[in-house]
């Protein structure tokens, strides 16, 4: 499968605690980016790589939120003591940014319950 | 004022019906249109995209958009149950600034 992987597909974990997710994009793909998506609504932007340079975070992204993509390749966002208010499907997705070319493709996402 | 507008719906319909799924957008500074279609408990998929007013046709969906009113359509025709999704709507440059998204449901 040469799509956008995520993992941990579920997590469950308990309010306080550290959670860290993983998206692999399309090889190919230079830019990479997080979104999180409530139930009802549309997905929410949150930040975006391009290769591993972190270009820009959303506004509502609060400081117990970090991502990295150290090499340019996979990319990991870390939740810091975690509210319920965290709890939402994290979406991850890749494109090869060239000229006006937009089109995204999403991973699976992974569903995060704050207990 | 969110920059995309969306009705939630849900929006039901017969088999074989055409659907006719709507947003209005504010931001005119960017000119790329999408729609994607979201199955439960799935990320989303590109659907179709357009770069310029008019009507773009892919197989059962066509995509129109009007820049004059900022109004942009999906329609599907000869509808499917296995259409049955939220659609959403996307008009941006590097980032995606989705509408809430309408789900559909195209019943046997």
């Known amino acids: 499968d040469t799509g956008v992987s995520q993992d941990p597909r579920h997590k469950i974990t308990k309010r306080g605690q550290n959670v860290t997710f993983r998206c692999d994009p399309i090889s190919e793909h230079n830019r990479l980016y997080w979104y999180r998506q409530t139930l009802g609504q549309g997905p929410e932007f949150l930040t975006y790589f391009q290769n591993e340079a972190q270009l820009e975070k959303s506004r509502l992204l609060s400081d117990r939120f970090s991502a990295e993509r150290p090499k340019g390749s996979f990319s990991t966002l870390e939740i810091q003591r975690t509210e319920q208010g965290d709890s939402a499907m994290y979406l991850c997705?890749?494109?090869?940014?060239?000229?006006?070319?937009?089109?995204?493709?999403f991973g699976p996402g992974t569903r995060l319950t704050v207990t | 004022q969110k920059e995309v507008e969306q009705d939630p719906g849900p929006l039901s319909v017969p088999e074989g019906a055409i659907v006719s799924l709507n947003c209005t957008y504010s931001n005119s500074a960017f000119q790329y249109f999408m729609w994607y279609r979201q199955y439960s408990r799935k990320g989303p998929e590109l659907l179709m995209y357009?770069?310029?007013?008019g009507n773009k046709e892919d197989g059962r969906f066509t995509a129109q958009v009007d820049k004059s009113s900022k109004y942009i359509s999906l329609f599907i025709r000869d509808s499917q149950p296995s259409d049955s999704a939220t659609y959403l709507c996307d008009n941006a440059g590097n980032m995606l600034t989705f509408g809430g998204g309408t789900r559909l449901m195209v019943k046997p």
């Open positions: 997705a890749s494109s090869l940014a060239t000229g006006t070319n937009y089109e995204q493709y």
């Open positions: 357009t770069y310029s007013s």
